[in-house]
């Protein structure tokens, strides 16, 4: 099929690469110059695991091309996936859908033949609606048809998700729609691992926003278990691990730490949060609230250990960090909870430096005041206390780590703010592991 990416940020990107991976012949829409030159050369401008290899093989045969144009989508594909941002306004009430709005509204004079558009943007329900009134005034005579297929990948796995995607949801009103649906996403539902959604457009933007949630109410409860267990003595791992044990609770996002962040969790609960009080689902806003406040008070939780496993104030300690993205396997730093722990203890303490293996650059972009090291060994060098903020394999599973570590630093103390590290190699090489919600580990040797 010929199908045009309108959009090619974090989803917009991995997903044009996959539909030309699939056998499409694809055109990416990115209206940032610098952004689609990048695309251009068949790489991205963010690290997102196996995404630069996607692309230059694609962008090298011509099957993925990249322009500022939408003129050239119109003209070049006759299924159009809009995958434009959804930023949260700027009062924090809803979504500002002025990028979903702008795409369509631009695009829709453009075709001249019958075309279906396939939403991906995660929208607040009731923006279909408004999509299709905007596409009946400016789509001319062409037949064009609306669908919403929201994303459902996970940064860091963004590559692989698109291509084996666990769901394919689709919320559309015609037969000639799904007929689309079918056909492009044909190679992925051949393979008969994947579940096909069809459904009616506002089940299709509920489904996806209640997606999130409760994702992001699995994360806060474990969260919220970890101060039960700090005030209690209790290990919050083993109520964890017994609890999804329960095939009714399971044990994905279970991972106690510092809260979720990215682009995608908090702003989308709180736009969820603020329409389903709108809509007057208090039950439902009440919940959502309390899963906000667990994840806001994380990072003062983070803080406070850092500082207890210290041993008090932090005005004298030399800080190494080791992680800046919001999760591994990606450089988006957006709303992270790793650099806003950074920016706390880089309020705090004497001196505090960050290495990531992948985000220094983009956090450098956001906070330039902070210090970074390209390299975990100038990081580490004399550090009083050493902080894991994002799970990197690199951090968590190269077990020469804790031996070379101790070799740099100061004082042998890791805070592991996302429970990753296996502590007994740390412990055994000499290290005070501190991590939410469990017992402070000592050292065995
Ligand atoms: N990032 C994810 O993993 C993920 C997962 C699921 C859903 N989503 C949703 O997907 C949407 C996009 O998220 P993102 O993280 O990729 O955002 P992003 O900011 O990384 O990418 C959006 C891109 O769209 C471009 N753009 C805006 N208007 C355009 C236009 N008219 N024509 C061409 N390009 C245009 C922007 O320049 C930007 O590069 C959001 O609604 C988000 O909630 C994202």
């Given at each position: 099929?010929?199908?045009?990416?309108?959009?090619?940020?974090?989803?917009?990107?991995?997903?044009?690469?996959?539909?030309?991976?699939?056998?499409?012949?694809?055109?990416?829409?990115?209206?940032?110059?610098?952004?689609?030159?990048?695309?251009?050369?068949?790489?991205?401008?963010?690290?997102?695991?196996?995404?630069?290899?996607?692309?230059?093989?694609?962008?090298?045969?011509?099957?993925?091309?990249?322009?500022?144009?939408?003129?050239?989508?119109?003209?070049?594909?006759?299924?159009?996936?809009?995958?434009?941002?959804?930023?949260?306004?700027?009062?924090?009430?809803?979504?500002?859908?002025?990028?979903?709005?702008?795409?369509?509204?631009?695009?829709?004079?453009?075709?001249?033949?019958?075309?279906?558009?396939?939403?991906?943007?995660?929208?607040?329900?009731?923006?279909?609606?408004?999509?299709?009134?905007?596409?009946?005034?400016?789509?001319?005579?062409?037949?064009?048809?609306?669908?919403?297929?929201?994303?459902?990948?996970?940064?860091?796995?963004?590559?692989?998700?698109?291509?084996?995607?666990?769901?394919?949801?689709?919320?559309?009103?015609?037969?000639?729609?799904?007929?689309?649906?079918?056909?492009?996403?044909?190679?992925?539902?051949?393979?008969?691992?994947?579940?096909?959604?069809?459904?009616?457009?506002?089940?299709?933007?509920?489904?996806?926003?209640?997606?999130?949630?409760?994702?992001?109410?699995?994360?806060?409860?474990?969260?919220?278990?970890?101060?039960?267990?700090?005030?209690?003595?209790?290990?919050?791992?083993?109520?964890?691990?017994?609890?999804?044990?329960?095939?009714?609770?399971?044990?994905?996002?279970?991972?106690?730490?510092?809260?979720?962040?990215?682009?995608?969790?908090?702003?989308?609960?709180?736009?969820?949060?603020?329409?389903?009080?709108?809509?007057?689902?208090?039950?439902?806003?009440?919940?959502?609230?309390?899963?906000?406040?667990?994840?806001?008070?994380?990072?003062?939780?983070?803080?406070?250990?850092?500082?207890?496993?210290?041993?008090?104030?932090?005005?004298?300690?030399?800080?190494?960090?080791?992680?800046?993205?919001?999760?591994?396997?990606?450089?988006?730093?957006?709303?992270?909870?790793?650099?806003?722990?950074?920016?706390?203890?880089?309020?705090?303490?004497?001196?505090?430096?960050?290495?990531?293996?992948?985000?220094?650059?983009?956090?450098?972009?956001?906070?330039?005041?902070?210090?970074?090291?390209?390299?975990?060994?100038?990081?580490?060098?004399?550090?009083?206390?050493?902080?894991l903020?994002?799970?990197?394999?690199?951090f968590t599973?190269?077990?020469?780590?804790p031996?070379?570590?101790?070799?740099?630093?100061?004082?042998?103390?890791l805070?592991d703010?996302r429970t990753a590290v296996d502590t007994?190699a740390w412990?055994?090489?000499?290290?005070?592991v501190?991590q939410?919600?469990?017992?402070?580990?000592?050292?065995?040797?």
């Amino acid at each position: 099929m010929r199908v045009s990416v309108i959009g090619c940020g974090h989803l917009g990107a991995p997903h044009a690469a996959a539909m030309a991976e699939l056998g499409h012949e694809v055109v990416g829409v990115e209206l940032d110059l610098d952004l689609c030159k990048i695309l251009q050369t068949g790489r991205a401008a963010f690290y997102e695991k196996d995404l630069d290899e996607l692309l230059g093989k694609h962008v090298a045969t011509g099957r993925l091309r990249f322009t500022t144009s939408l003129h050239e989508a119109a003209e070049g594909a006759d299924l159009h996936f809009v995958a434009v941002g959804t930023p949260l306004r700027t009062d924090g009430r809803g979504y500002d859908v002025g990028q979903v709005v702008g795409a369509v509204r631009s695009l829709a004079p453009l075709l001249r033949r019958p075309a279906t558009i396939v939403g991906k943007s995660t929208v607040t329900v009731g923006t279909v609606a408004r999509l299709r009134e905007i596409i009946g005034e400016h789509a001319g005579s062409a037949g064009v048809d609306l669908v919403w297929n929201p994303e459902f990948l996970r940064e860091g796995h963004a590559v692989e998700d698109s291509l084996r995607p666990d769901r394919i949801v689709a919320g559309l009103t015609s037969p000639a729609a799904e007929k689309a649906v079918r056909e492009v996403y044909a190679p992925v539902l051949a393979r008969g691992e994947t579940e096909l959604i069809l459904t009616d457009p506002a089940t299709a933007e509920v489904l996806k926003s209640a997606a999130n949630a409760f994702l992001a109410t699995k994360i806060s409860y474990i969260n919220a278990m970890a101060e039960v267990c700090e005030l209690t003595g209790a290990d919050v791992t083993t109520v964890a691990h017994g609890l999804g044990i329960d095939p009714r609770i399971g044990h994905g996002g279970m991972r106690p730490g510092i809260g979720f962040g990215g682009g995608c969790l908090p702003k989308d609960l709180a736009a969820f949060t603020h329409r389903v009080g709108e809509l007057g689902a208090a039950g439902a806003a009440g919940l959502l609230t309390a899963v906000e406040t667990v994840n806001h008070a994380r990072l003062d939780a983070a803080r406070d250990l850092v500082e207890r496993a210290h041993g008090g104030p932090l005005d004298t300690a030399t800080v190494a960090v080791l992680g800046a993205s919001f999760k591994a396997g990606t450089s988006d730093v957006r709303n992270s909870p790793a650099l806003r722990l950074a920016g706390l203890l880089h309020s705090a303490a004497a001196r505090t430096v960050i290495h990531d293996p992948e985000s220094v650059p983009a956090a450098r972009r956001l906070h330039p005041e902070y210090t970074y090291a390209d390299d975990i060994g100038t990081a580490l060098q004399d550090a009083d206390i050493v902080v894991l903020a994002t799970e990197w394999p690199r951090f968590t599973e190269d077990t020469s780590l804790p031996a070379t570590a101790a070799a740099k630093v100061r004082r042998q103390v890791l805070v592991d703010v996302r429970t990753a590290v296996d502590t007994t190699a740390w412990t055994a090489s000499g290290w005070t592991v501190h991590q939410l919600g469990r017992p402070v580990q000592h050292p065995t040797a």
